[in-house]
């Protein structure tokens, strides 16, 4: 695992990705993406030999970290045997690994459809839902991320969804519960729970219930801010989805298979939804794969009624491969309990303790291996660190702590005001405390710009 530099062939593989590739949500001309030589476990590498912890876990998907011998021997194994096969026939591992998932799931959701991601796993249930109940609306909370194609992106609740929002998508947006910058002027998590069913339930009312299929929500809303709904919240939600005929919709994308310290955050509150969206963790995201988990009242709406969606690589040999491999290292390694374990003995303290320590800390949320710290200018007045959706000279603060990070061998998860500490779920204990130490010094950064 040790770094070999190789500066030649870093700049040949920058000089062809400014040459052809199109990147994601950026403006093209004003990026400059790190060549990436190698990866294992927690760390990764780039051409000149520097060497970083990964507290990103890529896009918070590589939950086993890089390079797990069982997931890359298993789909060497599958490429072997069978490399695709169209998605209409059954398929050993794509059979199994949909086993794999329904044993995991909460309630009856026991039936499986493969996607190639998150944000299509979040179209194919929406459109479930839309056909199950011949309604045409959906509820999404403000503060959320769905994914980048088109329904996806319009049940999204942050700015990202700006550019793409077409008005007409049948979706119409709700405030859910977040005590710490609090829409319903509460102050216990009490409030804050009843204060936002109440305003759910009148958004439903208002709405029309008959004109609404589902009501689509992050069990922890992930790249929003990683805000733990308060006790009896989701419970509430789904007492008014079977009050009122709609389909309840959990996205466990990001926090799915273990991430929380469970397989899926419902289990942390005891809730079963109709639809469960989950990618990312279900193969650490070695290949492509996501889907939706269906109970069995909706799949029995698609018994004789063929169901009108479908993909090209739906359950793909080898993505499902990975996932039957993921899914069984997890089971073998204990890492949903590392996860829950680490979180709660090692990253925990040491965040509370940085808070206790650093003004530019506002508060320290989470659970399991999913946490984030909000960066304030003022801890009394809560004014975020950069503004909503800060760019350039606005963002300067945020930059300037991102860069104090990377420089001490740190390679964070930024966004807007926060960073998120997501590292792999087994990562080990020196891995974290040497993670730990690097945000404490990227913090003091921060600090210099508290007001």
Aim: negative net charge; charged residues 20%.
């Amino acid at each position: 695992m040790t770094p070999q530099p190789n500066p030649q062939v870093g700049a040949a593989v920058k000089a062809a990705d400014r040459a052809h590739v199109f990147h994601s949500w950026s403006a093209q001309e004003l990026i400059d993406p790190l060549a990436v030589a190698g990866a294992e476990g927690s760390y990764f590498w780039d051409y000149d030999g520097n060497r970083y912890l990964d507290f990103t876990s890529g896009l918070v998907y590589t939950n086993i970290g890089y390079q797990h011998p069982k997931v890359v021997a298993a789909i060497q194994e599958q490429a072997a045997k069978m490399t695709t096969f169209a998605p209409a026939f059954a398929i050993e591992s794509r059979s199994e690994a949909a086993r794999l998932i329904a044993e995991r799931t909460p309630g009856d959701l026991d039936k499986i459809f493969f996607t190639n991601g998150g944000a299509d796993a979040v179209e194919h249930a929406l459109r479930m839902a839309r056909l199950h109940t011949g309604r045409p609306k959906v509820l999404s909370a403000y503060r959320s991320y769905h994914g980048g194609t088109q329904q996806a992106i319009n049940v999204t609740g942050d700015p990202r969804r700006w550019a793409n929002d077409s008005g007409s998508a049948g979706v119409v947006r709700f405030w859910a519960p977040f005590l710490y910058r609090s829409r319903f002027y509460a102050e216990t998590e009490e409030q804050e729970c009843a204060r936002a069913l109440e305003h759910l339930e009148s958004t439903i009312r208002f709405e029309g219930p008959a004109t609404i299929a589902a009501i689509i929500l992050e069990t922890v809303p992930g790249t929003a801010g990683i805000m733990l709904p308060p006790a009896g919240y989701l419970a509430g939600v789904r007492e008014l989805c079977d009050r009122y005929g709609i389909v309840f919709v959990l996205d466990e994308v990001m926090a799915g298979f273990g991430r929380t310290g469970k397989w899926f955050a419902a289990d942390l509150y005891d809730v079963t939804p109709d639809l469960m969206t989950f990618a990312k963790g279900v193969n650490s995201g070695y290949v492509p794969l996501g889907g939706v988990a269906i109970s069995g009242a909706i799949a029995e709406t698609f018994a004789k009624r063929p169901y009108p969606g479908g993909l090209t690589y739906s359950g793909h040999p080898l993505a499902c491969a990975a996932a039957v491999a993921t899914i069984n290292a997890m089971e073998e390694e204990g890492i949903v309990e590392q996860a829950a374990k680490t979180g709660a003995e090692i990253i925990e303290p040491a965040l509370r303790e940085l808070a206790g320590r650093h003004p530019s800390v506002g508060e320290v949320r989470g659970v399991g291996m999913f946490w984030a710290l909000e960066l304030v200018r003022d801890q009394e007045t809560r004014e975020p660190l950069v503004p909503y959706n800060a760019a350039g000279a606005d963002n300067a603060p945020m930059a300037a702590f991102g860069a104090a990070a990377k420089k001490n061998g740190l390679w964070p998860f930024i966004n807007m005001n926060r960073t998120h500490v997501v590292p792999p779920l087994n990562i080990t204990e020196a891995e974290a405390k040497e993670g730990l130490a690097a945000l404490d010094a990227a913090l003091s950064v921060a600090d210099e710009h508290v007001a």
